[in-house]
């Protein structure tokens, strides 16, 4: 007599687990196609170093070098979405996969990531050397573009690890964190698409509300229960308040010329802006009654859904 189930059990453990060495490519593979995609807005526009105030020479922008991260004080919130979104992309991979040997996987696809973007960074940082003129002030430009991409580079670590986790909770508060980094990021892709002068006037509206679409999308697939879930709930609202205007405030203050090289001022503007901007006449409330509203509505529809096929269940299966 023959007994299929046993005859599963009986098989070869890596007909259902590859191999770690497999395992571990394939995932390089993805921290690598993930860390590209990342940077992939700002290589399609030509990867041009900006035109820099400390250059050494006179240059127009077409006659700047090659350069696979924007350097520039202008660019640093382009930066961030850039290097975080390749590190979310390369989580919601892993996510997806949900491999057996998910450590493994995790820290290798952070490998192909991490490969992508220190390439990336040796390279430009190498050619902003190369061309800044000689100077402290230079040497301060230099080394706060540095400290902005590698705490980009750690941002990019948390995201990837949080949204690859097993845990429904880490997964959403990664989401959340990465809702205003991935709207940016979609941004740049239209202004690389289509030029700085031929985006749509609709895009700067659209682009505010699209993070509390995705953040209240991410909380409705968390869901309420168990009760721990509501930490997720708080820090992604918490998220959509801040993140927003910490941008602002960072992209405010590093673009304006008049405080280049003043830190005491920038720092004191850069509070007064982002208190503003975190105030009632910031602007926030409206995205975070959407988020929530999202966010309560696809609970409450799911656990509507969940009632009627449990009601329906029964009535269904024939005696």
């Known amino acids: 007599m023959s007994h299929p189930h046993h005859a599963t059990e009986q098989k070869d453990p890596a007909y259902h687990h590859p191999a770690p060495g497999r395992d571990a490519a394939r995932a390089w593979l993805v921290g690598l196609l993930a860390g590209a995609l990342g940077l992939a807005p700002w290589w399609i526009t030509g990867a041009r170093l900006p035109v820099q105030n ?11 070098p090659l350069g696979f991260l924007p350097l520039s004080q202008y660019e640093l919130t ?28 995790t820290w290798c696809a952070i490998g192909g990531v991490f490969s992508v973007q220190l390439l990336a960074t040796a390279q430009s940082f190498l050619v902003l050397n190369q061309g800044l003129a000689p100077g402290s002030t230079s040497g301060l430009y230099f080394g706060g573009l ?37 709207t940016s990021w979609a941004v740049e892709w239209v202004v690389g698409v289509v030029g700085y002068i031929n985006v749509p006037t609709a895009v700067p509206t659209i682009a505010r509300w699209v993070p509390a ?3 209240g999308c991410a909380l409705a697939w968390c869901g309420l229960r168990p009760a721990r879930r509501i930490v997720a709930w ?34 004191l ?15 926030a409330l409206p995205t975070l009654v959407v988020a ?8 409450g529809a799911h656990a509507l859904a969940s009632r009627r096929g449990l009601e329906g269940g029964p009535r269904a299966i024939p005696d």
């Open 54 to 64: 400390l250059w050494a020479t006179q240059a127009m922008p077409d006659q700047m």
């Open 292 to 299: 929530l509203a999202i966010g309560l509505v696809g609970v």
């Open 78 to 105: 382009t930066i961030v979405a850039l290097l975080t979104v390749g590190g979310a992309a390369a989580g919601f991979a892993v996510r997806i996969w949900s491999p057996a040997r998910r450590r493994l996987v």
């Open 234 to 267: 708080v820090l992604n609202l918490a998220f959509l308040w801040a993140i927003p205007a910490l941008f602002i405030s960072v992209q405010y203050v590093l673009g304006t010329r008049v405080l280049a090289g003043d830190l005491q001022e920038m720092l």
């Open 146 to 182: 540095l400290a902005g991409v590698i705490a980009s580079m750690i941002a990019a670590l948390v995201a990837l690890v949080l949204i690859a986790s097993r845990s429904t909770v880490a997964t959403t508060i990664g989401c959340g964190l990465m809702a205003v980094p991935l």
């Open 213 to 215: 679409v995705l953040v």
């Open 269 to 283: 503007m850069s509070r007064q802006i982002l208190a503003a901007t975190l105030g009632p006449d910031g602007g």
